[in-house]
């Protein structure tokens, strides 16, 4: 690539710096103005806007709910006219929409005082005519530089007018409310027509002038020379705040180029790996790679990390395993696939059990102690059925996490993998019970001992991907506590969690996430289809939840289970039991769905089934009325039940 030359981009890096600086604001300003939204929804109170305004508002330069305007990424319009709206909005509901540049709420019956317009310097149109606003006009709206448009008639607004004088301001309605004269005598005001002003406060100028008469011009002059003076000063602290600021930058630039040189070649590696490692969306893919990616894929990983800020593998349980991190740089890799969270590699220790390395990316800003303290809250988490983080590798330009290697692969595969042909190994139902009990009892571990002030959801990203199965098909659970490393606009677009029912209708997540998350993982397993909540990219699935409500409704829930275990001789009274713990993880209500304690004690109460025979021919369809009827009566569905 050849050695970066300090004096040939400085403007160019100057801009990556900058960049980098203002990017750790992006999420909190996007759940600034999402807090903003849901606060205006709240007010409206409309059956419209409360069914249409949910789950992510805007995405590039493209709005999913009706009446927002997005502009990368951010609100720049909010247009809602007649609509019938009513209720006092805050004064304050546009203080986190810094980008508007167009507000429209014009014939509707909004109450209360005007909004403060002091954080919106973009905005352009106002029309908050035809509604019922009272109060005085905010003198907010004179600092809007480039207010172009303004009207507030038909209201019943009070007290003075401000001393609007932008040259930008072309249209200006005030009639029809009680603004008491005289109208400030400003360039912008005296341009506009007299019928910007009739019928305010009557004969409060004298009768001769039809309700229109300013404040003399010398007064306003002064009044204006005064604020320009400010303005002038206001300007120059800016001007040497800006110029502190790229000199401290240039001091930052020049210190930091070596590392710039370096985060180059990290990227340069990135993309070789990206060509290397199958896109599947799986954590493991436990395919055979060739000799040269292996090395390829050896090269990127201990290249990556020795060329970094030196650092030391921490051993998350007591003392170590072993190794250090030179074992583990000279370790034989393996990719095993790129997941949600970063690439995966199985590293070959020489006498020592193979593990797994997750690079981890898109985690959100923290500090080196903020992520110490989730790390060790994620390692202190002991149970036979959680996959053990062993250690961690942290630097600021890279972090990996050390875990066990599941020997029989992910639950994912094994469901529905060689669907279809010679080479599948069937999975029966005792198995399937073992997997929905040992899952269970890894969630209710974890939904006990989770500490709220950093994780509001234990797991948030359960699915049968994130199941392994090691020897003798001992269930562990993996990724749990990810959720907490990243931000919220990521978890929403990847975690399982977040595409539950009330994340869509009020932006919250709770244990109840991972309980409806856990009644998605059950369905899945049973049923053997494939989730549309877990499917990998690229590949379309099943809204299980919906499907099953509907084969109980129309009574052919015998249809329901998949072959491989409907196909069993007395198994079908513990099929339906699971089936109903299934269904009621995944009421649409949060509060009608059962705690992990329960979940774990109901699913102990199945039994698995003494002899793995097969049905004949005849019974293999379970499709008798019998099977039928009892389905029905177990699963209470339609009375009460919210789907």
């Known amino acids: 690539m050849g050695s970066l030359q300090l004096h040939q981009f400085p403007k160019h890096l100057l801009l990556v710096i900058l960049f980098s600086l203002c990017n750790n604001s992006i999420n909190a300003q996007y759940e600034a103005e999402t807090d903003a939204l849901y606060a205006l929804k709240h007010t409206f109170n409309d059956p419209f806007v409360n069914g249409n305004w949910n789950g992510l508002h805007c995405y590039e330069n493209a709005s999913f709910w009706d009446g927002i305007g997005c502009v990368n990424g951010r609100v720049t319009a909010i247009l809602l006219e007649s609509r019938g709206l009513s209720g006092t909005v805050s004064s304050d509901a546009f203080v986190s929409l810094s980008e508007l540049v167009t507000v429209s709420l014009k014939n509707n019956s909004l109450s209360g005082n005007i909004m403060d317009f002091s954080s919106n310097p973009k905005l352009k149109d106002i029309d908050m005519s035809n509604n019922m606003l009272n109060g005085p006009i905010p003198w907010s709206l004179f600092s809007l530089e ?115 040189e370096k985060l180059i070649e990290r990227y340069r590696l990135d993309e070789k790996d990206d060509e290397i490692l199958e896109m599947g969306g799986v954590s493991y893919n436990y395919k055979e790679s060739r000799e040269e990616s292996i090395s390829h894929v050896h090269h990127g990983v201990s290249t990556l990390v020795a060329n970094q800020e030196k650092g030391n593998l921490i051993f998350t349980g007591d003392g170590d395993a072993g190794f250090d991190l030179n074992d583990l740089l000279r370790a034989s890799a393996e990719g095993l696939g790129k997941g949600l969270f970063g690439n995966s590699y199985k590293a070959k220790l020489e006498g020592r059990p193979a593990v797994v390395v997750k690079r981890l990316r898109d985690l959100k800003p923290m500090s080196d102690d903020e992520f110490a303290k989730l790390i060790r809250i994620i390692g202190d988490q002991k149970h036979p059925n959680l ?74 990203n359960l699915k049968l991907s994130n199941v392994l199965l090691d020897e003798d098909d001992t269930v562990l659970v993996s990724d749990y506590g990810l959720a907490s490393l990243v931000a919220v606009p990521i978890a929403a677009q990847r975690l399982v969690a977040y595409k539950s029912p009330e994340y869509h209708n009020s932006k919250r997540v709770s244990m109840k996430s991972d309980v409806w998350s856990y009644g998605c993982l059950l369905l899945e397993l049973l049923t053997g289809r494939l989730s549309a909540h877990s499917a990998p990219p690229g590949i379309n699935g099943v809204d299980l939840c919906s499907w099953v409500h509907r084969a109980v409704r129309e009574e052919w829930t015998a249809e329901i289970f998949d072959m491989e275990i409907s196909v069993q001789r007395n198994a079908a009274p513990g099929m339906l039991k699971l089936l109903q713990v299934a269904i009621r993880c995944c009421e649409k209500s949060p509060e009608k769905r ?50």
């Open 146 to 260: 480039f207010l172009q448009s303004l009207q507030l008639q038909d209201n019943q607004l009070t007290g003075p007018m401000p001393e609007f004088n932008q040259k930008s301001l072309t249209v200006f309605n005030v009639s029809n409310n009680k603004i008491i004269c005289p109208i400030p005598g400003t360039g912008s005001l005296k341009s506009l027509i007299a019928a910007s002003y009739p019928d305010n406060v009557p004969n409060a100028c004298g009768p001769s002038n039809t309700g229109t008469c300013y404040i003399s011009e010398n007064k306003t002059a002064s009044s204006g020379d005064s604020k320009k003076k400010s303005v002038a000063t206001i300007l120059i602290v800016f001007d040497i705040i800006g110029l502190v600021t790229v000199i401290l930058l240039l001091i930052l630039y020049c210190k930091k180029s070596r590392k710039l």
């Open 387 to 460: 996959l053990p983080l062993i250690a961690y590798y942290s630097t600021n330009d890279e972090k990996l996490f050390l875990y066990r290697f599941a020997k029989n692969g992910s639950l994912f595969n094994r469901l529905h993998g060689g669907r279809g042909t010679t080479d599948r190994i069937p999975i029966r139902w005792n198995l399937r019970l073992a997997i929905a009990r040992a899952v269970a009892r890894a969630m209710e571990y974890l939904h006990r001992n989770v500490n709220f002030s950093t994780c509001v959801v234990p797991h948030g």
């Open 594 to 643: 059962p705690e992990m304690t329960e979940i774990v004690r109901e699913i102990d109460s199945i039994k698995a089934v003494d002899s793995e025979e097969i049905s004949d021919s005849a019974d293999q369809s379970l499709t008798d009325e019998s099977f039928s009827t009892n389905a029905s009566t177990v699963l209470v569905v339609g009375d009460g039940r919210s789907w």
